[in-house]
């Protein structure tokens, strides 16, 4: 059954704590990507991978950090330096094609909450 | 920087008719523009994509149109049921990001009522 898990669905912090949400995909696909979700703004990309032990800033990296050690797993870290950590976390992989990016498949998303 | 712009924000329909939703993007040089689906609390779901050589996609009731001319693309539900009753985001992936992310716009929330 192969697909993108995220963990945990809920997960609750004090404020001032890292945490680290949790993303493992078996769909042997070469990218992966973190993506924030708030109300009424849609996806924005905080950090991307396309090959293992490589990845990029995407729009909103700032008081994050991502690590890809494994080729099926890209862990995020939001750190104390994020000022507004709240929100629902998205996690998604693609196997990029000859024609550019394909398709992207995400996963069931964390949502955190910052106390 | 890049943007995608979606309208309308909220959409209601009533069961049978058909929805339309609508997306612009700012590099015209954007060559891939996906329509997710998103249910309460889950992850989003690809529906349709469509690339910039090809200016229509059909798929059963759902369609997509590109205009690259005017940098909009379209989503066209018709027959529509309850269960199209969701989020749904268009993207697109712009060259200026070497086409190896996505643009999301703000979403729509459409709603068929019975």
């Known amino acids: 059954d192969g697909g993108i898990t995220q963990s945990p669905k809920y997960l609750f912090r004090k404020e001032g704590q890292n945490v680290t949400l949790s993303c493992e995909q078996n769909?042997?696909?070469?990218?992966m990507y973190w993506y924030r979700q708030d109300p009424g703004q849609g996806l924005r990309l905080i950090y991307y991978s396309q090959i293992v032990n490589d990845f990029q800033k995407g729009d909103i990296a700032e008081g994050y950090s991502v690590s890809r050690e494994k080729k099926e797993s890209f862990p995020l870290t939001v750190t104390s330096a994020q000022k507004n950590p709240t929100a629902f976390y998205l996690c998604?992989?693609?196997?990029?094609?000859?024609?550019?990016?394909?398709?992207?498949?995400f996963g069931p998303g964390t949502r955190l909450t910052v106390l | 920087g890049e943007n995608v712009e979606q309208h309308p924000s909220t959409l209601s329909v009533q069961e049978g008719d058909s929805a339309v939703i609508k997306c612009t993007y700012s590099?015209?040089?954007?060559?891939?523009f996906p329509w997710y689906k998103q249910e309460l609390g889950k992850g989003p779901q690809l529906i349709i994509d469509?690339?910039?050589?090809?200016g229509e996609k059909k798929d059963q009731r759902i369609a997509v149109t590109l205009n690259k001319t005017a940098k909009h693309f379209s989503l066209h539900i018709t027959e529509t049921q309850p269960e199209d009753s969701a989020v749904y985001f268009c993207?697109?992936?712009?060259?200026?990001?070497?086409?190896?992310?996505?643009?999301f716009g703000a979403g729509t929330r459409l709603a068929v009522h019975p």
């Open positions: 993207a697109a992936s712009p060259k200026s990001g070497g086409y190896n992310k996505l643009i």
């Open positions: 469509i690339r910039s050589n090809v």
């Open positions: 769909l042997n696909h070469d990218a």
């Open positions: 590099d015209s040089a954007s060559n891939y």
């Open positions: 998604a992989s693609s196997l990029p094609g000859l024609a550019g990016l394909g398709e992207q498949f």
